[in-house]
């Protein structure tokens, strides 16, 4: 495979899909794409016709057959993460897979699994810990430029999801924790090398904005506690107004630092009228906004794919795997028990459930 391309099934037809082949077309060449799925046939149609994508199927078992594909990646709804996993490893591909990893801890420790039993690569697919200006702000903390780190926070908000599946927590498995704050978590885990060792989670969640939509909760605060004494502070929101907004900040014992994933990537325009695309989540263009400007390259989206690609091409281990995936679920189930509780929740957690919100959704029921 070496001096050849590595063959991508794109599994989605939706808004992150357009995402990653936008990022594959401009900043992967190892990377051709062979075939989509979607499971509207309309939909399926015309992603292959948007991009020049040969094949397009609605039947996951028949791409996996014909399509003659080394990856599969999942851009699909949440709850289908888990059996697409596994029915992909078993046909012997490789997955890159979209946040969160699955639904359940159960489905997590099956894909794991599987991928190892058929020798299959599975790559979490966590875009921050890709995205260029947060990585260098980790170079810099492994400099030691700010000294030993005591807390981190990330902040990332908007006014809801793009998909209507996300609102139906029976699909999504919960609301903006389960869609925000998985990345918060993995970069946490990320800033602090990797695999760090959690010690609690406390955590307060409502719902604020968006009762007529869904049982989900649309605004998060989280708090994580690590062994090694340093906090993670998770800021998430389904309920901010005016386009996305995603942040950090690195607080350490001889300085700190800040980014803006956003703000510093765009220019700043006044419109009477509006016009076509100012940011992700912004639902209007009118007065003044901040036009951003290689959005897909400024989140990390081609970085973490040309990564997989390059993994598959030269049979390395992913940076972010499955088993990181597993340790990010593991904490949001302990942030919605904690929402419940009002407690700190210590890991590792034991409570099996049928998706993590039902933690959460317990505490409204018996209020009810």
């Known amino acids: 495979m070496l001096n050849n391309k590595v063959k991508v099934a794109l599994l989605g037809s939706g808004f992150i899909a357009d995402i990653h082949m936008e990022s594959y077309a401009r900043f992967v060449p190892d990377a051709e794409i062979v075939a989509v799925f979607s499971r509207n046939s309309e939909n399926a149609e015309k992603f292959a016709s948007k991009h020049g994508i040969a094949n397009w199927y609605t039947d996951i078992d028949l791409l996996l057959s014909e399509s003659d594909c ?4 999942i851009c699909l709804p949440n709850f289908l993460h888990a059996e697409t996993t596994i029915k992909a490893a078993k046909a012997g591909k490789h997955i890159i897979i979209e946040k969160p990893l699955c639904v359940t801890l159960e489905e997590a420790d099956e894909m794991i699994k599987t991928c190892k039993e058929y020798n299959r ?52 498995g919960g ?31 409502s719902t604020v904005l968006h009762k007529d939509k869904t049982d989900g909760e649309d605004n998060v605060v989280a708090i994580v506690e690590f062994e090694n004494g340093c906090i993670g502070i998770a800021e998430d929101s389904w309920a901010k107004h005016g386009g996305m ?52 390259f400024n989140q990390g989206y081609p970085q973490e794919l040309k990564h997989f690609i390059e993994c598959v091409k030269y049979d390395k281990e992913p940076l972010v795997t499955g088993e990181d995936g597993r340790a ?31 933690l959460w959704l317990k505490k409204e029921q018996s209020v009810n």
């Open 175 to 205: 609301g903006a924790l389960m869609d925000l704050g998985c990345h918060a978590m993995q970069w946490f885990r990320w800033m602090l090398g990797g695999k760090p060792k959690v010690k609690s989670v406390y955590a307060n969640m």
């Open 121 to 172: 690569k599975l790559m979490y697919a966590e875009e921050l810990c890709f995205a260029p200006k947060y990585e260098r702000v980790r170079k810099l903390v492994e400099s030691g430029a700010i000294g030993d780190v005591y807390m981190l926070k990330n902040s990332e908000k908007h006014s809801g999801p793009h998909s209507d599946w996300f609102w139906d927590v029976n699909l999504s």
């Open 245 to 296: 907004d995603d942040k950090i900040e690195v607080y350490g014992t001889e300085g700190v630092s800040y980014a803006d994933l956003f703000i510093g990537n765009s220019s700043l325009t006044y419109s009477k009228n509006g016009y076509d695309y100012a940011l992700e989540k912004m639902d209007s263009t009118q007065g003044w906004t901040f036009t951003i400007f290689e959005e897909a």
């Open 70 to 73: 080394d990856v599969v990646d």
């Open 328 to 358: 990010v679920l593991e904490m949001i189930y302990a942030a919605y028990e904690s929402a419940r509780t009002g407690e700190k929740v210590m890991l590792p957690f034991h409570k099996k459930v049928d998706k993590p919100i039902d």
